[in-house]
């Protein structure tokens, strides 16, 4: 009961801290009446905008070839079979497994 507790209240937090960051963006409208440069110098309006546009897959990629190896193994087929082909079988050689212990 206690670690759901924990998880719901961690899962709240970065709800709430997510949500507080997309509502910052409201903040640039209380700037539309201001005629001077406050909306200029606005530290959360450039917080706000600069986290709206990162994206979230970088688009640089990293210059890397992937080197495609081949391991060859040569198979040898050996031609040397050995097989005794018998008239009369066993009942031992029937199966390949014991019998289970309960039936």
Do not use: W
């Amino acid at each position: 009961m206690k670690t759901n507790r924990i998880k719901n209240s961690i899962t709240y937090f970065l709800l709430v801290i997510f949500f507080s960051m997309k509502m910052a963006g409201f903040h640039v409208l209380s700037h539309a009446d201001d005629d001077d440069d406050h909306a200029v110098h606005c530290n959360i309006c450039d917080h706000a905008i600069t986290n709206n546009l990162t994206p979230l897959l970088t688009p640089v990629f990293s210059n890397f070839s992937l080197d495609d190896i081949e391991y060859f193994l040569p198979k040898e087929i050996s031609q040397n079979y050995k097989f005794i082909l018998a008239s009369s079988s066993s009942k031992d050689q029937l199966f390949s497994r014991p019998p289970p212990f309960l039936l």
